[in-house]
């Protein structure tokens, strides 16, 4: 595939995301601090995310199946998970851990599996959207091209 086609679908699927609500404004500022010193940043920081969403997912999914959850763990690891989606603009999964903390609040496990699940689906939409992303940035400097600016 040429150069200008790789660059236009980077662009396309990198507006998909923050139009979809996928991505915010934080995603963008991650993007700035990457420069030629350090031109994997934002691959290196986002795939820290993936292993701590991973960790976090599993922990969240053996802690809601005890026979007497403990909702303070729950919920810190929730407030854990809110927290690194947000530094990286993950805004959907972000998002999805707000009411899963107010059904902690409520120590309502019924709910908490069903935000356990939205969460879940948010976190690996965005990983594969991600993924994606960075495999086109990957096509595009294979093939000698630069990986356009977004504004």
């Known amino acids: 595939m040429e150069v200008g086609q790789l660059q ?5 699927h990198t507006a998909s995301m923050f139009h979809e609500g996928f991505l915010d404004g934080q995603f963008s500022q991650l993007q700035q601090l990457q420069d030629e010193s350090n ?5 290196e920081v986002v795939s820290l995310f993936f292993q701590d969403s991973e960790r976090l997912l599993n922990e969240l999914t053996r802690a809601l199946d005890q026979k007497c959850v403990d909702f303070k763990k729950v919920d810190a690891h929730v407030h854990q998970l809110k927290g690194s989606s947000s530094s990286i603009g ?3 999964v972000k998002n999805s851990c707000f009411n899963f903390r107010n059904f902690c609040e409520e120590q309502n496990t019924e709910a908490c599996f069903r935000c356990l699940q939205l969460v879940k ?7 594969n959207k991600l993924e994606t992303l960075f495999r086109l940035e ?5 093939a000698g091209g630069s990986i356009p600016m977004m504004e």
């Open 39 to 43: 031109p994997d940043f934002v691959v």
């Open 90 to 92: 993950a805004q959907r």
């Open 8 to 12: 236009r679908q980077f662009v396309e």
């Open 121 to 127: 689906q948010e976190y690996l939409l965005v990983k």
């Open 138 to 142: 990957q096509q595009i400097l294979a």
